[in-house]
């Protein structure tokens, strides 16, 4: 049965792996399965057609026959769920990494998104020299704990995991604003998921669709 996801058509970053399909894309090489993109634009995602697939109109979305999910955690919690590789078979460990999966984007993203929201779409505002210094605080007080809990350890929790995917992807958030440096150990966490042939197939199938490029083979 042929898996479809949404996409944006033009994608903000210009297909620099921060748009939310890329993390549908990479799980969904990380289990080995084929997929099929529908590029959406930005009009198009306020209309009736995606509105019935996404209520808040963003992507993205996917469906399987009958099956159709929004939000990038439980999609990529379903490919986990129902496919070998992104978690483990022990009933603990499945755990765990599943609370991890719940960390990156409850705990971990929301001040990287207002740090990120800060910089573009606030940085005009008189008041911005003084606020973006306090959200890049509140994500320092974030990132602090986790690098403590990653440790030396080449993962979160034992193998590469759904909450290694979902961890790495918010984190990479981070690259433009530098921060990411102030922490070698995650900065290396981040570098080891961007290795990983499954993220580099799935950041240029992003790529390809954005400049009209092809993805390299294999």
Do not use: C
């Not at 057609?49 to 963003?58: E, I, K, N, S, V």
Request: aromatic share 8%; net charge neutral.
């Amino acid at each position: 049965m042929t898996i479809f996801i949404t996409a944006y058509d033009r994608s903000p970053d210009g297909g620099k792996g921060l748009a939310r399909d890329t993390r549908v894309r990479w799980a969904l090489e990380e289990v080995g399965q084929a997929y099929e993109v529908r590029p959406v634009s930005m009009r198009a995602m306020k209309e009736p057609a995606h509105l019935a697939l996404h209520p808040f109109g963003q992507i993205p979305t996917y469906e399987e026959g009958d099956l159709a999910l929004f939000e990038t955690g439980a999609i990529v919690f379903h490919i986990a769920e129902q496919r070998a590789g992104l978690l483990p078979e022990d009933a603990n460990a499945r755990a765990r990494a599943i609370t991890w999966m719940f960390a990156a984007l409850n705990t971990v993203e929301p001040p990287i998104l207002e740090l990120a929201n800060a910089r573009l779409l606030e940085g005009d505002k008189p008041w911005s020299r003084e606020r973006i210094p306090l959200v890049a605080e509140r994500v320092r007080n974030r990132l602090d704990p986790l690098s403590a809990r990653l440790g030396n350890a080449e993962w979160l929790d034992g193998a590469f995991s759904a909450g290694d995917l979902l961890m790495v992807s918010v984190l990479l958030r981070l690259k433009p604003s530098g921060l990411l440096g102030e922490f070698p150990k995650l900065a290396a966490y981040v570098a080891r998921g961007e290795a990983r042939p499954a993220y580099q197939r799935a950041f240029a199938a992003q790529l390809a669709a954005n400049t009209g490029s092809k993805p390299p083979a294999g």
